[in-house]
């Protein structure tokens, strides 16, 4: 039996894939962080502009041991009240589909307490947000995390007056990828072009 190239270049990416996914879920991970921002109640910032200071800090009440934080991402999430029919701003609870915190802040190394001051970028689309910060180990993975609202995603929300975003997707392409999950959308691609 001969093995036609296409279908090897297939079977790797396939591998790839499935060798990246590390099928970690928010509601496993501890929350040992406590997060908050700078946002002023009521206060609009504007992209480009306004800044945004991001403290956060390990809970020393918890019993959870953070010998094997190693790093740290922070990131800028939609509140629900901007993922309402947006199929590219979907939650979930696999980290390797959720698309809620799409925008980095910053990452680096773990410290148990700390302060970091961001200028909103631009292109950051109009909408509502908060804030999590990730704690990653040494095989990069989330292990934990903590974030500026509840798990309900309704307190300590602020507003980004921004780029004007429209819907993204549109046709079939759109459905597609929608269905698969972006990831894999471009695997569907290369099937389809076999």
């Not at 922070?74 to 609870?93: E, F, H, I, N, V």
């Not at 680096?108 to 909408?127: E, Q, V």
Request: charged share 15%; proline share 3%; hydrophobic share 35%.
């Amino acid at each position: 039996m001969e093995l036609h190239p296409t279908s090897v270049l297939l079977l790797l990416s396939c591998f790839m894939v499935a060798s990246y996914a590390h099928n970690v879920h928010l509601s496993t991970l501890n929350q040992s962080l406590i997060v908050s921002d700078s946002a002023t109640p009521g206060k609009v910032l504007k992209a480009g502009v306004d800044t945004l200071t991001i403290t956060w800090a390990y809970n020393t009440n918890l019993t959870v041991s953070d010998a094997n934080y190693t790093t740290i991402e922070a990131k800028l999430c939609y509140a629900p009240l901007s993922q309402t029919g947006r199929d590219d701003r979907k939650t979930d609870d696999n980290l390797d589909f959720d698309k809620t915190c799409p925008f980095d802040i910053t990452n680096g190394t773990y410290k148990r307490a700390n302060t970091f001051t961001w200028t909103i970028p631009k292109d950051t689309p109009s909408a509502t947000y908060f804030v999590r910060v990730y704690v990653i180990n040494a095989k990069n993975h989330e292990i934990a995390y903590g974030q500026t609202t509840n798990d309900q995603k309704t307190t300590n929300l602020f507003q980004v007056d921004g780029v004007v975003s429209e819907q993204k997707g549109s046709g079939a392409w759109s459905v597609i990828g929608n269905s698969f999950g972006y990831r894999y959308a471009w695997l569907l691609m290369l099937v389809l072009i076999l």
